[in-house]
């Protein structure tokens, strides 16, 4: 079995407690199966995202550099579409058979519906804190450290607020990353609770219990050597662990140092955080120690050293590993008596406890030891059995084989990679004869309802929502003229400053405002721009485009791409045409213009019938088929490998008007449009034929990505093709091709 293991750390760059169990599951698993690692570290003097391929142990490992911004927003602490693209990468080239997930911190949250939704895969999930309901990970209150309730919006909001130190903190942001969390959780098929305290706190938090299995973490019993019942000339208490304020390193330094007697601390692991170095500078002595990071292959030596590990812990942790580790070898432990810590220790039998929080009981608890050391030595072994790592290891690869990897035909990312606005449905300069509005044919729905532009706020706030998301791209009026939008302006700056492309589609007339003002605005945030284009002989052109002047379509394109060169821009530039039979001889001109003056590409989509005056102008017909595929092939001679051609395929009429293995939706599960009233559209085709796949609701009652993950999407998803509408859309591609 292929074995793709996440975890936001790894030793040796990590010596924390989910990051040790995944390195031994990891070493396991590989004995029997291809195990692969997919994990971060932290290094400002490398590029962001860079990433490096080892092999250790057995184990292949990927390294990817990822460091928070600063100053880092709320977006940043849980979502990062560059690391989700790493991942997909990763994926496709390791090609595993499941995924199991450690943490998610420091890489993204999207990691578990990518690798359910998009590649099919089983994915499951060892739960290590409280993280993916609380942004803080610990559920505690930073302002005075007590233990929070379950999570709710306004107790998270308050929190944000001060350690944002943003007074106006929005309780939306706290919202977004609820709903966006239980999409995720959605995606998992398997919860490994390590304690009974998290197992409980998942199942309040909604859920599904049936998905939760309760399972210690596994050790390498075997490597250590029981620890022997002979107490050292003074009483050693230790630590182990990181020194962060919620392990309560402070609180047990406090209560040390009031212990009188023959006795020592040693406190090990890295103290070069602020809270370290300060607990080093008040404490540190020849009764209290600070010994410094240790990897994991010297665990024996660091517990071989200690008479009693404390675990001060202020938090309600999960299932302390260092508690374990201790357990392992029989060395005594004296815990905090609250979470999945007192669920490891039974007070005075096989370990001690204290109140949680409470120095001064720590401190009391301590002397009684030191004065009482044999109470130490009338310990039992501990109650709690300590599981090998080769049983936890074979729960795990049982739990694998009980989920079936998916076939997955449509991947649903889990965000619109790109966004369609029907911006200006109304506005436009010509009346192009195709067209379902403004044709000559259909102009009298211009008078019989007229439809308004399309809120600037709804596109604003639906952009800055889905760019942590992983949108990349938008499009402003796929009807009517774009640069009419009256702000359109405000939506250039809008890309510029969220670095999201517009891919504009655009008749070439730069009505208003021309090519002059809106090129060097436009050049450095266009993906591609689509210039509509069905001719290069005026006469042709303009009785498709009424209203157009063909010579300064032309000259506007050349100049775009003059402005494109020059600022050394990466944005492509695609004549776009409607195939016709009236256009039909004039394409091989437009791609002989278009090789000429730089041009990508040359598109074209067959006709949408939106008027009865139509019928003659059809080429997938029996009559007209055939002087299309004979132009078809006419015009790839001319292009040969000159330019790019797309859906300049043949018609083959005796095929059905489907076939699953050979076209597809370019769009499903990528592509999102919003119309000009905010309502939610999943197809780009006619309106009239887009009611046909139902109301999949609106912008003003409830968000984007709610739309995107519910199940009335994701049914379609699943059940695409079904439709007539989609059988005989114009619009599907060969499998080869894309949008």
């Known amino acids: 079995m292929r074995i793709l293991l996440v975890i936001h750390g790894y030793p040796p760059h990590y010596m924390a407690g989910s990051e040790v169990y995944t390195y031994n599951l990891a070493r396991e698993l590989a004995k029997t199966n291809d195990v692969f690692v997919f994990h971060r ?46 991942f997909r990468e990763y994926v496709k080239r390791v090609n595993p058979d499941v995924v199991h997930i450690g943490h998610l911190s420091h890489l993204s949250t999207q990691i578990p519906i990518i690798a359910k939704r998009e590649f099919g ?40 607020a001060f350690h944002y130190q943003k007074d106006d903190f929005d309780s939306r942001l706290i919202n977004e990353r609820d709903e966006h969390i239980r999409q995720t959780l959605d995606c998992i098929n398997v919860f490994f609770a390590p304690s009974h305290t998290l197992e409980n706190f998942f199942r309040d938090m909604g859920v599904d219990p049936h998905k939760i299995v309760y399972a210690k973490y596994g050790f390498n019993v075997s490597k250590l050597a029981k620890h022997p019942k002979k107490l050292h000339s003074e009483i050693t208490f230790g630590f182990t662990g990181r020194i962060i304020h919620t392990k309560g390193v402070h609180l047990l330094c406090e209560a040390f140092d009031k212990v009188e007697g023959n006795a020592k601390l040693l406190i090990y692991g890295d103290y070069e955080s602020d809270y370290g170095k300060k607990l080093k500078e008040q404490y540190s002595s020849d009764r209290i120690q600070f010994k410094g ?15 009693v590990l404390v675990c001060p812990s202020i938090w309600l942790e999960n299932a302390p590993l260092v508690i374990q580790e201790a357990q392992s070898v029989e060395l005594p432990v004296l815990v905090s008596d609250k979470g999945g810590m007192a669920e490891l220790v039974h007070d005075g039998i096989d370990g001690f406890t204290f109140k949680l929080g409470d120095a001064e009981d720590l401190r009391n608890k301590m002397q009684n030891l030191v004065n009482h050391p044999e109470e130490i030595l009338n310990l039992i072994k501990p109650i709690e059995k300590v599981v090998s790592i080769e049983d936890d290891a074979a729960l795990c690869l049982q739990k694998y084989n009980e989920i079936a990897k998916q076939n997955v035909v449509y991947p649903h990312r889990p965000c619109p990679q790109r966004m369609t606005f029907i911006t200006n449905p109304d506005k436009c300069n010509l009346h192009c004869k195709m067209c379902d509005t403004f044709s000559e044919a259909n102009r009298h729905r211009l008078k019989e309802s007229h439809r308004p532009d399309l809120s600037f706020e709804v596109v604003k706030d639906t952009i800055e929502r889905l760019v942590h998301h992983g949108l990349k791209e938008i499009i402003p009026s796929t009807m009517g003229e774009p640069l009419l939008y009256p702000h359109f302006e405000e939506l250039v700056g809008l890309c510029k400053d969220l670095n999201v492309k517009m891919n504009l589609t655009t008749n070439g007339t730069f009505p208003v405002k021309d090519i ?30 009424c209203g157009a002047v063909t010579p300064k379509q032309l000259h506007n394109i050349e100049r775009f791409i003059q402005m494109r060169n020059e600022a050394g821009s990466k944005a492509t530039v695609t004549l776009q045409c409607t195939f016709m039979k009236s256009n039909l001889d004039e394409l091989k001109n437009i791609i002989a213009w278009a090789i000429e003056h730089g041009v990508n590409r040359v598109k074209g989509h067959h006709l949408w019938k939106t ?16 002087l299309w595929n004979k132009a078809c092939e006419e015009c790839h001679k001319l292009a040969g490998d000159k330019i790019k051609l797309v859906n300049f395929d043949p018609i083959d009429l005796n095929k059905p008007a489907l076939d699953s293995d050979d ?27 887009r009611k046909e796949f139902g109301d999949f609701g609106n912008v003003k009652d409830f968000s984007p990505l709610a739309m995107w993950n519910g199940m009335q999407y994701c049914n379609f998803i699943n059940n695409w093709g079904n439709s007539d509408n989609c059988k005989k859309c114009n619009m599907r591609c060969k499998r080869t091709g894309g949008i």
Not at 135 to 145: A, E, V
Not at 517 to 526: E, H
Not at 614 to 625: H, I, K, P, Q, V
């Open 41 to 86: 570290i932290e290094d400002k003097s490398i590029p962001l995202h860079q990433f490096f391929d080892t092999i250790e142990e057995g184990v292949h490992i990927r390294k990817i550099n990822n460091y928070e911004p600063t100053p880092a927003t709320f977006y940043d602490k849980y979502l990062n579409p560059e690391i989700d693209e790493a």
């Open 121 to 160: 895969l089983p994915v499951l999930f060892t739960i290590h804190d409280f993280w993916m309901f609380c942004h803080r990970g610990q559920l505690i209150n930073p302002q005075n450290w007590e233990i929070c309730p379950l999570p709710n919006a306004a107790q998270c909001t308050r929190c944000a």
């Open 293 to 307: 990071p240790y990897h994991n292959n010297e665990l024996q030596s660091v517990l071989d050293s200690l008479d």
């Open 516 to 545: 002059e003002y809106w090129g060097p605005k436009l050049v450095n945030i266009i993906s591609d721009v689509k210039f509509s284009l069905n001719g290069i002989n005026p006469e042709i052109n303009e009785s498709i485009m």
């Open 611 to 626: 008027s009865d005056a139509l019928d003659c102008e059809m080429l997938r017909t029996l009559e007209n088929a055939a």
């Open 663 to 689: 076209t597809y939706c370019q769009f499903l599960g990528k592509e999102l449009w919003i119309e000009y009233d905010g309502s939610y559209q999943i197809c780009c085709c006619p309106s009239d034929v």
